[in-house]
């Protein structure tokens, strides 16, 4: 069975930082919504999710089951797990 990490880059520092790297608040405003933002400059709605796959840092495109986990995959990896089927 794959592992799968989800993770996250920064578009303003351009940190990749893992799912529990993530500082997660309450909006001050409207509190059944979250903010998130960089542990490394702090930045709030700067994080774009990441390929899933190990070493792969190509911004995610596109979700899909993979043995019953879903996962979010960037272009090339979405192309490589879909011709296997």
């Known amino acids: 069975m794959k592992v799968y990490t989800v993770k996250w880059r920064c578009n303003d520092c351009g940190a990749i930082m893992t799912d529990c790297q ?9 509190l059944d919504f979250y903010i998130f933002g960089c542990c490394f400059c702090k930045e709030i709605n700067t994080l774009r999710q ?14 899909l089951h993979d043995h019953g986990i879903y996962t979010w995959v960037c272009e090339k990896h979405f192309k490589e797990l879909t011709e296997k089927e």
């Open 22 to 30: 993530v500082l997660r608040r309450k909006h001050p405003f409207g």
């Open 50 to 63: 990441m390929c899933s796959m190990t070493q792969c840092n190509g911004e995610a495109v596109t979700g």
